[in-house]
C-alpha cells in the first residue's frame, strides 16, 4: 500500500538494535483522540452485539473479539497502514510486511481480575518461522493497576522448546522447568491509551490481573515480512501492508 522505498519516520539504526536485544518497542502517540473514541465505540458495539448472542445461547460475555478485519474492513485498514505504525514496521521487518488475520487480530475489553491463564507468561509463536511481531494497540490506558502487559526483555533469545503434552500450545512459561529462574523477571510495560506495544512473538510476556475496578480495552495485531520462499500466498490469511509479496525461490 506504500512504496518500497523506506517511508519517514521510521526508526534509527539505535532504536532497531533496542528491539532486537529487548524485544520490545513502546511507540506512543499512534491515535488521535479522535481515532481512539472511534475504535473504541467499534469494538464496544461489536461486544454489545455479541454479548447479546451468547446470551440468547445462554453463554457468558466474551472477553476477546476476535476477527477484527473482517467486522469492519475500511476502519481496521486505516489502523494498519497508519504511517507511524507503517514505518516502524518497515524498520524492523523490511519494505514488504503482512498484516495476518489468523494470528491474533482481536480486541479484548477486560473489566474484572481476570483469569490466571490471562496471567501466565506466554510466547505468541513456538519458533521464528514467520517473525511475527505483536501489535497492542491501547485505547484506554494500560497501567500496572489495571493489568498491563507484563515481559521478560531479551526472552526471545532463550531457546525453543517444544510441546510438553499432546495438543498442548508448548509456549506457557512454567511449563518448562528450564524457564522457572526467571518467572519472577517480567516488568509491567505501562501504555497511554493511543500508543502501541510492539514486540517479537517469541518473548514471553502476559497480562496482569486487572484489579482497578474499570475497564482496560486492546486490539491486537499481528505483523511479518512476506515470505519470499512462499510461492503460493494465502491472501484469505494476509493482507499486504507495505511493497509486494516477491518470489525468490530456486526452483527446477
Known amino acids: 500500500m506504500l512504496s518500497n522505498g523506506a517511508p519517514e519516520g521510521g526508526l534509527t539504526h539505535t532504536q532497531v538494535r533496542f528491539f532486537q536485544d529487548s524485544g520490545y ?6 491515535l488521535s483522540p479522535r481515532e481512539i473514541e472511534q475504535y473504541k ?5 461489536e461486544k454489545r452485539r455479541e454479548d447479546a448472542e451468547r446470551q440468547a445461547a445462554g453463554s457468558g460475555p466474551v472477553v476477546k ?24 514496521l518497515w524498520s524492523l521487518l523490511g519494505p514488504n510486511v503482512v498484516f495476518v488475520t ?3 487480530n482481536h480486541a479484548t475489553v477486560n473489566d474484572a481480575e481476570g483469569t490466571k491463564d490471562e496471567a501466565r507468561l506466554h510466547r505468541d509463536i513456538l519458533q521464528p518461522t514467520r517473525g511475527l511481531i505483536t501489535a497492542a ?3 484506554e490506558d494500560s497501567t500496572p493497576e489495571n493489568g498491563c502487559t507484563r515481559i521478560v526483555p531479551g526472552s526471545h533469545t532463550l531457546p525453543y522448546v517444544g510441546v510438553p503434552q499432546l ?11 528450564e524457564f522457572a529462574g526467571l518467572l519472577e523477571q517480567a516488568l509491567p510495560v505501562a501504555m497511554p491509551a493511543g500508543s502501541v506495544l510492539l514486540f517479537t512473538g517469541l518473548a514471553f510476556h502476559g497480562v496482569g490481573l486487572n484489579l482497578s475496578g474499570k475497564t482496560r480495552i486492546s486490539m491486537t495485531l499481528g505483523f511479518r515480512a512476506a515470505d519470499e520462499l512462499d510461492a503460493i500466498p494465502d491472501d484469505s490469511r494476509q493482507v499486504m501492508v507495505t511493497g509486494s509479496q516477491l518470489y525468490r525461490g530456486n526452483d527446477r
Open 25 to 30: 518497542f513502546r511507540l506512543p502517540g499512534l
Open 41 to 45: 465505540a467499534f469494538v464496544l458495539g
Open 65 to 88: 473479539l476476535y476477527g477484527l478485519y473482517d467486522r469492519n474492513r475500511g476502519l481496521m485498514d486505516r489502523l494498519i497502514i497508519n504511517p507511524k505504525l507503517v514505518a516502524t
Open 102 to 104: 489468523n494470528r491474533h
Open 137 to 139: 494497540v491501547y485505547l
Open 167 to 177: 495438543n498442548g500450545g508448548g509456549t506457557w512459561m512454567d511449563e518448562h522447568d
